[in-house]
């Protein structure tokens, strides 16, 4: 069975011409893109040139930062070697937030390339940012769960997001003795009421609602199959047909042999809409752009107030390319505003 059929998300790196995933080379500019032998120029022209252009220059530009950051005598504003004394709260050091800019800046251009190491690289540039400066003054948390998503990685972008929810008034972010993204493992299929606060924005429920539909659209072919041929042959057969097909990695094992499926499928729906909800009555704008996107998409929002089209836009930039890449999903974000 084919990776589409089974998993929704970017597949392993390939060829970017021809699809091949033989005999790669990666791209010596980007550093984020693969190449066949046969199509090795291609590199240095056509379609990829381009974005390649753009990450190499964010590329250069971080690691010129970077120098400046290491090369730091120190002073009274910021820690010398701050990439060891200054991990937890690295923004506090005024003269890191440049390297911190342009790192941002990179991890902009990356998923450009639309090719899973460039995302995953992408993402690995995120948490080691957050790693570095906990309380996360640059909003880099809005950016991770669609990238976690983009790779198959649902169960890390579920603890990722529900971490999120768990911080009090009380947490010293700058305590870095105190848990931080420790969350493991969490319950996928448990409600998202914590999720659904008046105070809740786009960042983490816009993504929570795409992982519960892909949660409910893998159960339902996990569902189907007992339907289609559970009759005709044993449970250890559908068993294995149903471990196949599942495409989520936050799937509970104990679901693969659970018989009826109609209780947890019903569940799910019920927690889709309560997101689908949550969303609108956040910002009335997000859904219908997520259907129509247009020129949202390359709009360039750099500030926003809550439920203006400006947030939906930031939003809508984060999230769409995980949206597009789960057949389905969108399909019914449609049905739901028709209803």
Known sequence: ??????????GPPQCESCDTRQSLACCDNCK???????HIQDANRGPHNKQCSAVQKALEHMQEEERAVREHPGDFMTLANPFETGVGHFWDLIDTRDYMRARFGLVEELPKLDNSTAVASALDHLTDMLRLNRSDNMGLRDKVPALFLRLGRDQECYDFMKWWTTPDDGYDWGDTTLPHLSIHGADAL???GNFCGQYDG???TVPLTLFKIRLLLHVQAMDGVTIGIGPLVPQQIIDQIRREITGSDAIPASLIHQRNL????ASLRAQVKQLLDAVHDHNKFFWDMLINPGSNLTAQPYAYSRGSVEEAQLALKHNYSSWIETPGAIAIIEESRAA
């Open 1 to 10: 069975m084919s990776d589409t059929q089974t998993r929704t998300g970017l």
């Open 32 to 38: 984020a893109a693969f190449f066949c032998d046969n």
């Open 190 to 192: 448990e409600s998202p």
């Open 202 to 204: 786009l960042g983490h």
């Open 262 to 265: 109609l209780p947890v499928i």
